[in-house]
């Protein structure tokens, strides 16, 4: 399993960030724990494989964003009493 961090720039309301997890999900067919924030200008989610960056970047850029980075790491599911 893996956790990715996209950071994407010009999001401005709930709707914006309903569009990118949309996008993601379409994008990345094994994507869970979609998180999107406009605040803090990222989406992350785990997924099965590793995410290849041009993916991300085409994803967010053909939603109407900019894409600023993503970093896709190594993620343990924590149990129930750690």
């Given at each position: 399993m893996y956790k990715?961090?996209?950071?994407?720039?010009?999001?401005?309301?709930?709707?914006?960030?309903?569009?990118?997890?949309?996008?993601?999900?379409?994008?990345?067919?094994?994507?869970k724990k979609v998180k999107v924030s406009k605040a803090k200008k990222e989406a992350t989610f785990i997924s099965d494989e590793q995410i290849d960056s041009d993916l991300m970047e085409k994803t967010i850029k053909d939603t109407g964003y900019d894409f600023l980075g993503c970093v896709s790491e190594p993620y343990k599911k924590k149990g129930l009493f750690v």
């Open positions: 990715t961090t996209v950071k994407i720039d010009g999001m401005m309301c709930g709707m914006c960030e309903a569009h990118v997890c949309d996008a993601i999900r379409k994008a990345v067919p094994s994507a």
